[in-house]
Structures are given as structure tokens and as C-alpha cells.
């Protein structure tokens, strides 16, 4: 397997868990219940330390721009989905401008490639 594959797929990873500590947050109510509070620091941890694995290949400001425009925007769906909370018209053109910047860097940016 290539190395950029791998590393991408570590990005993935990270991203994934990424989503699931930050989709906790609201269950831990500010730290006090104790196995979500756990979950999201076991997350958390995993998050970052997956990241770590993929900027042995990936540039760190492509890594992190993925990272955090994917997890920004499936947290949101994330939120609408768990918790009925709806974004209003300027955050979805936000995220959308997010996403279209993600795909811009990887489609035409030799950084990375």
C-alpha cells in the first residue's frame, strides 16, 4: 500500500474519531457523567495521535485543512441528526465555503501530491 494512501487513511481515521468525541461533548454535561467524558478523551487521544500518523506524508496544512473541514461539517449534520440543531443560512454558505476550499486544495494544489 502506498504511503499516501496509508496516510490519508489515517487521516480518515482521525477524522472519524474526531466527530465521535465532538458529538459527545453534550452528553458528558461539562464533564460530569463519567463514560462520556471517558469516550471523548479516549477520542480525542486517538484523534490526534492518528493525525500524527498522517503527517508523516501529508503537509501539516493540508492534513489539518482536511481534518477540520470534514469534521466541521459532518459534526454539524452530526448535530442536526442527534440533537435537532439546525444552522441557519450563513452557516451552511460558511461550511459550504469550507468544503468547496478542501476540495479546491486537494483537486488543483501540488502541495501534498
Not at 72 to 79: E, F, K
Not at 83 to 106: F, H, N
Request: proline share 4%; with cysteine; charged share 5%.
Amino acid at each position: 500500500m502506498s504511503p499516501t494512501l496509508t496516510a490519508y487513511g489515517a487521516l480518515f481515521l482521525a477524522i472519524l474519531c474526531e466527530i465521535a468525541a465532538t458529538s459527545t461533548l453534550p452528553r458528558t454535561q461539562e464533564f460530569t457523567r463519567l463514560w462520556p467524558s471517558v469516550l471523548v478523551v479516549i477520542c480525542l487521544s486517538a484523534a490526534v495521535y492518528l493525525l500524527t500518523l498522517a503527517l508523516r506524508v501529508l503537509p501539516l496544512g493540508v492534513a489539518y485543512a482536511v481534518w477540520s473541514g470534514v469534521g466541521i461539517t459532518l459534526t454539524a449534520i452530526l448535530g442536526l441528526v442527534l440533537y435537532g440543531q439546525r444552522l441557519d443560512v450563513a452557516a451552511v454558505a460558511g461550511i459550504t465555503l469550507i468544503v468547496a476550499g478542501c476540495v479546491i486544495m486537494q483537486a488543483f494544489s501540488s502541495v501534498g501530491h
